[in-house]
């Protein structure tokens, strides 16, 4: 898009409204130069001139207002992007959420119901995680023990499927062992299909074609299939491994139950993560999940291992100061 604008080709000045799909990646990713050389080329907001604020909007039409107006969609939106983002919005911009009931409460009861809150003034900014018509199991186990548990996890699902498979969605973070998942599949008598960051485009689009056509029912694949991905009927999603954070986790996750549809995750947790653990178990209760006590108990662990490393982090501190 820079290089079209830059041939003179393109013009934006007449854009009255700026989208950002999965705006916490893409405001994250290192792309500020380039971002910054589109919002030049934009209308104005009225964090970039007062006098916008003063001028009216026609009640009840959208982009009547003056200037741009910008939109930000994202599943999650941590702390850390929010500061950037401050650039792209108008000072107190509406914060819009959208998700399910709290399910921890009323006695584990479950419930489908959306809660839509709307907060002015840029409150009410807590991160978001909710993926309510997924249900999530994490099974807290060694790194050898996981190629038996997928295979047993295949073995069950493919007892209960009809005429046509259930397809199985399984993330690993590097693509060694996206080959190495993919080929035990294969070995099993699973039709697989790969993904990952180092195939060409026309290979990443006939690996997701297959998949979505059910040819291969089983996709292996890296993150590059953790956003934006929506595959009608996709009911499985495996985590062979844990990524960095809950944010990427409720992407992944979210890749099931779409749309309305229930779906079901299963996610192999190793004790290296327990970093991850209290977020993810708070998760987990506020969903109605089960929590493994193993992983209550990594969650104890991986507190303390926060609370150490922010107590050397501020003696650093400290003794920066005092030097």
């Known amino acids: 898009l820079v290089a079209v604008l830059e041939s003179g080709a393109l013009r934006l000045r007449r854009a009255r409204m700026l989208v950002i799909d999965e705006a916490d990646r893409m405001l994250a990713l290192g792309f500020a130069e380039q971002l910054e050389t589109l919002r030049e080329a934009l209308p104005r907001n009225e964090r970039d001139d007062e006098t916008l604020r003063s ?4 009640p009840g039409v959208m982009g009547s207002r003056p200037g741009r107006q910008t939109l930000l969609f994202s599943a999650t939106f941590p702390k850390t992007v929010r500061a950037v983002a401050k650039a792209w919005l108008a000072p107190g911009p509406a914060i819009v959420k959208i998700e399910a009931s709290d399910k921890s409460a009323s006695a ?25 018509d997924v249900e999530q199991t994490v099974h ?10 997928l295979l047993k996890h295949l ?10 498979r259930s397809r199985v969605l399984v993330f690993a973070n590097r693509i060694k062992t ?7 599949l294969r070995r099993h008598g699973e039709k697989v299909g790969c993904l990952h960051g ?14 979505k056509s059910g040819k291969t ?10 956003r934006g991905l929506d595959i009608t009927g996709l009911e499985h999603v495996v985590n062979w491994d844990m990524p960095g954070s809950v944010e990427q986790y409720t992407h992944r996750v979210g890749r099931a139950g779409r749309s309305g549809r229930k779906g079901a995750a299963l996610s192999f947790f190793t004790r290296n993560m327990a970093p991850l653990a209290p977020d993810l178990v708070k998760l987990l209760k506020r969903g109605g999940h089960f929590v493994d006590p193993n992983l209550e108990v990594l969650a ?21 100061a005092n030097l």
Do not use: I, Y
């Open 140 to 149: 807290v186990c060694a790194e050898h023990k996981k190629a038996r548990k």
């Open 178 to 184: 996206v080959n190495f998942v993919g080929e035990t």
């Open 108 to 132: 584990g009861k479950r419930s489908n119901e959306a809660n839509v809150a709307v907060a002015a003034g840029g409150k009410g900014e807590g991160r978001t995680h909710d993926v309510s």
């Open 217 to 226: 029912p089983c996709l292996v694949a890296t993150d590059v299939a953790g």
């Open 300 to 320: 104890e662990v991986g507190a303390a291992l926060v609370a150490g490393k922010e107590a050397d982090m501020g003696g650093a501190e400290e003794g920066d």
């Open 155 to 164: 073995t069950e699902l493919r007892k209960n499927d009809g005429r046509s």
């Open 198 to 211: 180092e195939l060409k485009q026309e290979k990443r689009e006939a690996a997701l074609r297959d998949f």
């Open 55 to 58: 001028e009216p909007a026609t």
